[in-house]
């Protein structure tokens, strides 16, 4: 198994262009993330998925899109990117109930410049 | 909206010594979970140990364990025998509603030889 796998590792951005993240999982999750991590500030939930077809705002969704039109997918847009989005993205999967078995399961991270 | 806080920004600790990292959090709700999550240089998030609200027993993993104080809201991580290996940031979680998790702002932890 392959886990979740992210693609790209990198990306420089120029401001105002876009691009999309692309998230797979081998592990038939329910659950799918998306974070961004920002020195001291730890890693806050962009958007988020419970299921195909299905997305919900985290805490920090302004200037994204998601879609999740297969369940093993998770898509994370930048429409039109700006220098406030560099950061590195982290997504992430889990099952879809609480319990002993909620691990989130995390990919290698996308290191995103926007120049 | 749940919070968790990191004091720490950095610690250090000599290896083979025992060395805590502090966690606080504040949570509405009654039936949560708590993680700790250690992201070494790679940058992979690597799940630690997991505590569930409603369990009184502190979690244990090898040489991981926790000191859960539900009334005070903490929720620190202690690493005995520390190893270089364990150099890393390590963030600590809360899982709130939809399984959703809100991360502290991480400790960096040094292991001296």
């Known amino acids: 198994n392959a886990g979740v796998t992210q693609t790209p590792k990198f990306r420089v951005l120029k401001t105002g262009q876009s691009m999309t993240l692309l998230c797979a999982q081998d592990?038939?999750?329910?659950?799918m993330y998306w974070y961004r991590q920002d020195p001291g500030m730890g890693l806050r939930l962009i958007h988020y998925?419970?299921?195909?077809?299905?997305?919900a705002k985290g805490e920090v969704p302004d200037g994204y899109n998601v879609s999740r039109l297969k369940k093993q997918n998770f898509l994370l847009g930048l429409e039109s990117a700006a220098p406030s989005q560099t950061s590195v993205y982290f997504c992430?999967?889990?099952?879809?109930?609480?319990?002993?078995?909620?691990?989130?399961?995390f990919g290698p991270g996308t290191r995103l410049t926007v120049l | 909206a749940q919070t968790v806080t990191q004091s720490q920004p950095e610690m250090s600790v000599q290896e083979a010594e025992t060395v805590t990292l502090s966690c606080t959090y504040d949570?509405?709700?009654?039936?949560?979970?708590l993680f700790w999550y250690k992201q070494p240089p790679s940058r992979q998030m690597i799940l630690v140990i997991r505590?569930?609200?409603?369990?009184?027993q502190n979690a244990t993993e090898n040489r991981f364990s926790v000191n859960f104080q539900k009334a005070a809201k903490s929720f620190s991580l202690k690493i005995s025998d520390s190893q270089l290996g364990d150099a890393a940031m390590y963030f600590c979680?809360?899982?709130?509603?939809?399984?959703?998790?809100?991360f502290g702002a991480g400790t960096i932890l040094r292991v001296k030889s």
């Open positions: 992430a999967s889990s099952r879809n109930y609480r319990g002993g078995d909620n691990e989130q399961f």
């Open positions: 592990m038939n999750h329910e659950y």
């Open positions: 998925s419970v299921g195909e077809g299905t997305t």
């Open positions: 949570t509405s709700e009654s039936d949560y979970y």
């Open positions: 505590q569930e609200a409603y369990k009184q």
């Open positions: 979680a809360c899982m709130e509603y939809g399984n959703k998790l809100v």
